[in-house]
């Protein structure tokens, strides 16, 4: 959006960069690791997509390296318990498929920026989705 969009004034795009860096950042800055996987998904998930938009390497830095070796329930070799890929709250499909859509958006956020996140451990995420 940032760089599509030519209507919108760079004094417009630093503000909402700097909510985003004031407002949203600070709550999902450490993850969620009370709480179940989607939690986690949903915290990484904007701070990668923040750190795109704000060009802040070590923003998206800190949530791909919580996907790759994370301690919460979100990280992706937490997130599928087995190869089969079954998800932790697989009886509740509500959540099931908000998980399954948070790490489909994560990956292919990691992708448009060079990264094969779907790839990773033997396929873990490609395999949910």
């Not at 417009?12 to 960069?17: E, L, M, N, T, Y």
């Not at 997509?49 to 830095?61: E, N, P, R, S």
């Not at 089969?84 to 958006?105: M, S």
């Amino acid at each position: 959006m940032r760089a599509t969009y030519p209507a919108w004034p760079a004094s417009d795009i630093a503000r909402c960069q700097q909510m985003l860096r004031e407002v949203f950042v600070p709550p999902i800055h450490n993850f969620a690791l009370w709480a179940h996987g989607n939690w986690d998904l949903a915290c990484m998930k904007a701070m990668m997509a923040i750190g795109v938009f704000c060009d802040d390497h070590a923003l998206f830095d800190r949530a791909v390296d919580f996907f790759y070796h994370g301690e919460g329930n979100g990280a992706c070799c937490t997130t599928s318990s087995t190869k089969l890929a079954r998800c932790r709250r697989a009886c509740d499909q509500q959540h099931t498929f908000l998980g399954v859509g948070q790490l489909a958006e994560m990956c292919e956020v990691g992708w448009s920026q060079g990264l094969d996140m779907y790839g990773t451990a033997d396929n873990r995420a490609a395999e949910r989705l």
